[in-house]
């Protein structure tokens, strides 16, 4: 499985833009970058993913490097809610898995 | 649209007893995947299920642990003979045929062994 890496944690504040990075330098062609986020004690949710243009749905939007080495999952306006660890996972195009790495610890401050 | 709903939400027993973890999945998903989590560990993937089949288990325990998802019924993981370092948090994900590449959790069962 391609390999993902991730700060281990960030932290921003209430109202403001925050940008969350990846970088999967070893991504193959046909990989689809997914991003989920695990709220404390609940289970992963299902954020966005994309595979070479950008992405915007009602949560988030995706930023793709031209080269595919890395991405960035945007938040435009965090809130309190957002607090969060954000998994940045590479999917091949018919795995069924998902392969977690540690992903990044998002604080927000109010 | 009801949700993956897993229960019980909390579980606990004692070493050597038999732990059954239920997962429903979301009105007409077929595809079931099991994940366990360690503490201050990621998660990991264990077993995807369809209906009646398992399709991988590379992730699975090789003994003490099994999966089925019945034509009929939630999905069960089951774990035998527990002992404390299968304390976790377990976590079941439901998807279909036409939009796999989303899976959409529970809320997790924690499995505690005294």
């Known amino acids: 499985d391609a390999k993902t890496t991730q700060p281990n944690s960030m932290e921003s504040n209430e109202e403001e833009p925050v940008h969350l990075p990846c970088n999967h330098s070893?991504?193959?062609?046909?990989?689809?970058i997914h991003w989920y986020r695990q709220l404390p004690s609940q289970g992963p949710e299902y954020v966005i993913h994309?595979?070479?243009s950008n992405v915007n749905n009602r949560m988030a939007s995706l930023a793709i490097a031209e080269d595919r080495k890395s991405s960035t999952l945007i938040l435009h306006r965090a809130t309190l809610r957002d607090a969060a660890v954000y998994y940045c996972?590479?999917?091949?195009?018919?795995?069924?898995?998902?392969?977690f790495g540690q992903g990044t610890r998002l604080t927000i401050n109010p | 649209n009801a949700g993956v709903m897993q229960n019980p939400r909390h579980l606990v027993r004692r070493r050597g007893q038999e732990a059954r973890l239920r997962c429903s999945p979301m009105?007409?998903?077929?595809?079931v995947y099991w994940y366990r989590q360690l503490p201050e560990e990621g998660l990991k993937f264990m077993v995807y299920?369809?209906?009646?089949?398992?399709?991988?288990e590379s992730g699975m325990p090789k003994e003490r642990f099994s999966a089925e998802f019945p034509k009929e019924g939630p999905s069960i993981l089951r774990i035998q003979q527990v002992v404390r370092g299968d304390s976790a948090a377990y976590f079941c994900?439901?998807?279909?045929?036409?939009?796999?590449?989303?899976?959409?959790f529970g809320a997790g069962t924690r499995l505690s062994v005294l």
């Open positions: 299920l369809q209906k009646e089949n398992i399709i991988d």
């Open positions: 070893t991504i193959s062609g046909t990989d689809y």
């Open positions: 009105k007409g998903h077929s595809h």
């Open positions: 994900a439901s998807g279909d045929t036409y939009s796999r590449d989303i899976q959409y």
């Open positions: 996972i590479l999917r091949p195009p018919r795995a069924q898995k998902l392969v």
């Open positions: 994309g595979l070479t």
